[in-house]
Every structure is written in C-alpha cells, then in structure tokens.
C-alpha cells in the first residue's frame, strides 16, 4: 500500500506521507556447498560462482557500490549509522508486534487503521477499527476475529510506539460513555514506517526484477530540460524536474540491486531444477543485452547532458529547488543540502569526478559479467545433461551406496563422509558428582548438564585463554628508580665523610651510622679462626673498605642513637679508588693503607 498525505489533527504528529523504500535482501549462495560431497561442491561452486563472478574486483566494487546505492541517495548522509544503541533499541521495538504469537491478528489491525487513514479519519477508536475489520471481512477471509480484546491490542501496539494514544472527551454520547475511557488511536511516523516496511516485505515478489532500459531517454529528456528551466529562472520547474530524477535514479539504483539479487536466487535453484533456468534464459540474456546496448548508446549523451545543467549555474540551480521545496518541517538551509546531496549522486552516476568511474559504467560492467556467466552456466548445464549426471543423480547413487553398506556403522560413516558430518561432543559432557546419577536412568529424567558455548558450537573444549599481559607501571617504576638513587647518593656522601673523618672522636649521624654498620656486617661475616683465636676481618662496598684489627683495649663510636662498643676490636676505614689500568692496584692500596693508618691513630 502506499502511504498517501492525510490532515492531522492537534496533538501527536502523524505520518507525513513520506516515500518508503525496500531493500531486497539475499542469502549467500556458499550456503548450497555446505554439507555436501566433493562432487557437489564442485559443480555447485561452478555454476554459483561462474555467474556472480566473485573473484572480479570489479564485480566486487559493484556490490560494494549497490549496497550503497540501495539504501537511497536520500540516506546519503548515513543518518541512521549516526544513531546510537538507545535509539536503535527503541526503533526496533516497533516491530515487536511481529514476533508475538497473534501477530497475524496485529497486522490486520493495523492494515484495519490503514485503510481508515486512506478516508482520512487519521484518529480512531476501537469501534471504528472494528468496523474497518469487518468490511475487511467480507473480502478476505483471513480476517481474524476479535472477542472483545481489540482495545488490549490496540493498547499493546501503543506501548511499542506503533500508534499514538491520548483520549478524547468529545466522543462520549452520554454519562456512562465518559466515565468510561474514550481513548483514540493514530498512526505514529516511526510506526507507520515500520508498518509499511512490512507490507513491502509481504508484497515482494522476486518475478518483478527488471533492468529498465527505456528510462534512459526519460532522463535524458529531464536534463535538458532542467537546463532549460535553470536558464530560464523557473524555480517550480526546476523542482519539478530535478524531484523526478532523484525518483528515477533511486527507483533505477533499486530496480539494479533487486534483479542482481534475484539472479543470485537463480543460481541458487539451479542445480536443484535446471528447468527453470533453461525456461527464461533466452530472455534472460535478451533482457540484459539490450538494457547494455542502451546503455552504451545514452551514456555519453547523458554525461554531456549532466554538464550542461552544472554550466546553466549549479547555484542558482539547488537555490531554486530548495525554495520550490514544500517540506513545512525542513528549514531553507537543511532543504538546501539535501539537494546538494542529491545532484552529488545524480552527478556520480553519469559524469563523475576525475578518474572514478561512473555508477552506469559499474552497472554495465556487472551486466556483462552476469551475461558471460549465463552463457557458462547454461554450457555446464547441457553437458551435465548430455552426460546424465546432476545433483539428483548423485544423491540416488548415494542412497543405493547407503543402502547397500554391510551394516549400520559403515552407513553411518558413509553419510558422515558425503555431508560432513561430526560427532555431537557437547553430548558426551559428564556432571560434576556422577555418583548422584543412576547409570539406568534414561535421559528424560537425567538432569541436565551445563555446556559451555564454545564446546556446543564448535565441539572444541574450552581453553583458559592466553595469559593477561602484566600491567606497567612506569611512573612508579620511576619514583622507586628516583628514591633508590637518592639514598644510593646519600650513602656514597656518608662513606665519603667517614674516610675523611674516620669513625672516632666525633659523632655519627644516621646515614653514617648505617654504611658502618653495614660494612662491619661484611667485615664480620668473612673473618677467620686461626689456631683458635680470631684474626683480623675486612669487608668493603664500592667505596670504603674496613678493616677490624684486634685491640686488647677494645674500642667505641659515639653515634646519634647512642655509644656502640667494639670489644676486642678498633676500626680501620680506607677510601677505595676505582682501577683505571694496569698497575693501578699497587698504587691504589699503598695510598689506602697510607690513609688507614693516619686514621687508625684516632681510635683509643
């Protein structure tokens, strides 16, 4: 059905009359190979793929341009790419209606509120659809009945936002009539889209694919005379011209994809009956030729034509038609682009920008492609033929094979080679406490086993995955690299001053404190017994070297926390100076044991 302008009364918006397009959807022909023998994937993968020429860039760079190009050269802006998941959920809810189980009851309710629209009666209560649905009654005889529960349907279509609700008091003949709740209803914009989009699905017929080849010399002809008109200053010519080719072009880009994709659905059915192609395939081809004879004839023509109307002042062209337009809810400047956008992809059908080529030209070259895989399919069908083997006679050799197998697993694993076929694993899953199961019960009164998902879809089980990277850190890394060098800094100037110094007759502060105490513990840790009496011990780090001499005396060093005392013992402290060469060593200890023993003086 097609929607038509109706008056709206105060309140919610209703439709705008806006033009609806459909966009034929096909499946993938690799679906027919599945699950077949090798045999039947070759001939299969033959006849698909010899017609829709798959491997051809340019047929690549066909479908990628149709897929485009069938979703209007309204939407060239992406609108619906720019909403976000909120609003998709919302628009999506539209079409709940269809997944109930009376959906059919809900399609005839809202077809009932069409064809009341169609009268412009745009608002509605339950009783004037039921009336509607009765008239439908008398003509088709799928009407369902309703027993009293058309307002829950009419409430329930409310909530998905397909229709508009709000009520109205003027309706009401009499007390009880008021104090009852007189709602009425009216198509929202959204929801009569989504209505009309289903009725366009419903209505689809795959018979009606075409390649129009005599809408050229329209086009042509509204070119001309769109310069014309532009030279002219008519604005409302110009508008009428230029909307009538952005209808051709949308409704020649539409009518393109359609008979590609029911090409496709030919050669999906092919194999399985070969008839149906050899019975349109001279027209098939006959169509095809001539829609490129004519295409070849006009496309210069019309890239010329394209010219002249951008040489009549491409400005003053779009300025006139955004004036002329009538859109009441479209402000001058949105109205303006839109025309733009629309010339952009008329222009890029005939005459476009530098060295791309033409959306025409990537039709024809399609078509010749799809001519050249007609004219191979139908070769491979006659040899199939001639030589009396196709898919039918494939599967009865199967079958006879099946049937003669030796016994049931050699039947089985024949079937399982021919459609590839596999093992259920996810069938074979244990349950956690196979103790609570009893071996004799059946699988009715077994209790279920949790599956995991990749187990269920590809019969692998499930691995924990890669490890997760460690994290970095490197601000901290930095901070302790920081801290560790000041402290390293602090204890080199510590051991600095206890070479200079020494370790007596003053005290130590904290830093010098803990080098000492740390070369102490070296010096400590490597000393040697030798008859049984303790000899001297060194240690050193990388700048002091200490040496414990054995003292009768014993000694002490005043530090910041208090006295430490070194009984039988007195400290030496020599400076260390790093090995710059050979030889360096002698002359590195003669200065250190030099220094030692002025500081050894200090000690008491």
Partial sequence: MTPAAAPVRPGPVGPLGSRQTSVPVGGSSRDTCRGS???????????????????????????????????????????????????????????????????????????????????????????????????????????????????????????????????????????????????????????????????????????????SRLVFSDILEDLKALAAANRAGEGEQVYRRLSRLDSVMEDMGRRSAHFHVTLGEIIRSTDASPETFLRHKNALLTHMSEFMAELDRYLPRLATAVRDVEASGLASLLDRAAAADERPFVDRHERLGDWRRRWSALRAWFAPEGSQESRAGELRNATRIAVSGVIALL?????????????????RHLAEWVWNAPDEGAAHALMGAAFNLRSARHLGAAHEDAEQISPRATWWDAPGVEVSVTLFRSGKAPTPGVPAPVRGNPGARAALRREQAGQRAAEREAAGHLTDLGAYGRVLDESETRVLLKLMTRALEGRTVVAGRLKRGSGADDAVMIRLVPSDTGSAVRTAQGLLHLPGFRVELAGRTPVTGPGAGSGAGSKADSKAGSIAGGGR
Avoid: K
Avoid at 388 to 395: D, S
């Fill in 37 to 211: 023998t090798a045999a039947q994937v070759a001939t299969v993968g033959a006849l698909q793929y010899g017609l829709l020429g798959t491997g051809s860039p340019a047929h690549l760079s066909w479908w990628a341009g149709l897929r485009d190009m069938d979703r209007g050269d309204r939407m060239a802006d992406r609108r619906a790419l720019d909403l976000d998941s909120l609003a998709i959920s919302d628009r999506f809810r539209l079409f709940n209606f269809t997944r109930r189980d009376d959906h059919v009851a809900y399609l005839w309710v809202l077809r009932a509120m069409d064809r009341l629209r169609e009268v412009h009666q745009v608002q509605v209560d339950a009783g004037e659809v039921q009336a509607a649905l009765n008239e439908l009654a008398r003509l088709h005889d799928e009407v369902p009945t309703f027993d009293g529960n058309l307002r829950d349907r009419l409430d329930a279509l409310y909530e998905d936002g397909v229709v508009h609700r709000f009520d109205d008091a003027s309706r009401a003949g009499n007390l009880v009539r008021y104090r009852n709740r007189q709602s009425v209803y009216q198509f929202s914009e959204l929801g009569y889209w989504a209505y009309t989009s289903v009725e366009g699905l419903l209505a689809a017929r795959i018979q009606d694919a075409n390649l």
């Fill in 379 to 395: 070769r491979q069908i006659s040899e199939a033929q001639r030589g009396g083997v196709n898919r039918a006679t494939q599967l």
